[in-house]
């Protein structure tokens, strides 16, 4: 059955950093693409970061040099270190496979950037 479970979100402040985690279960990570979404209120779910299993990575542009995304396939789980935050990052974020029909999504994890 396949499960995803977003952690690490919170309150930060401006210039401040957390690590987001995402433990995948059901999926496989060397079959897919890994990626971090996130959804700001009002907007719609907006493409974050990607991962290959070759350890291959691409980011929007709102986040490059800021974000980085990692996985741990002995644990199936997905990270994404967040620094240098803005107040335009709160969001809630989500994790899921980068394909036109992705897995079920999680609850997301809430990350608000405020002073």
């Known amino acids: 059955q396949v499960q995803l479970v977003e952690s690490g979100g919170g309150l930060v402040q401006p210039g401040g950093s957390l690590r987001l985690s995402c433990a995948a279960s059901g999926i496989s990570f060397s079959d897919n693409v890994m990626a971090w979404y996130r959804q700001a209120p009002g907007k719609q779910r907006e493409w974050v970061a990607a991962?290959?299993?070759?350890?291959?990575?691409n980011y929007a542009e709102s986040v490059e040099g800021r974000f980085t995304i990692s996985t741990d396939s002995a644990t199936n789980t997905v990270y994404l270190q967040m620094d240098t935050l803005k107040p335009s990052d709160t969001a809630v974020y989500y994790c899921?496979?980068?394909?036109?029909?992705?897995?079920?999504w999680g609850q997301g994890t809430q990350v608000t950037v405020s002073s």
């Open positions: 899921n496979t980068a394909t036109p029909t992705p897995a079920p």
């Open positions: 991962i290959t299993w070759a350890g291959d990575t």
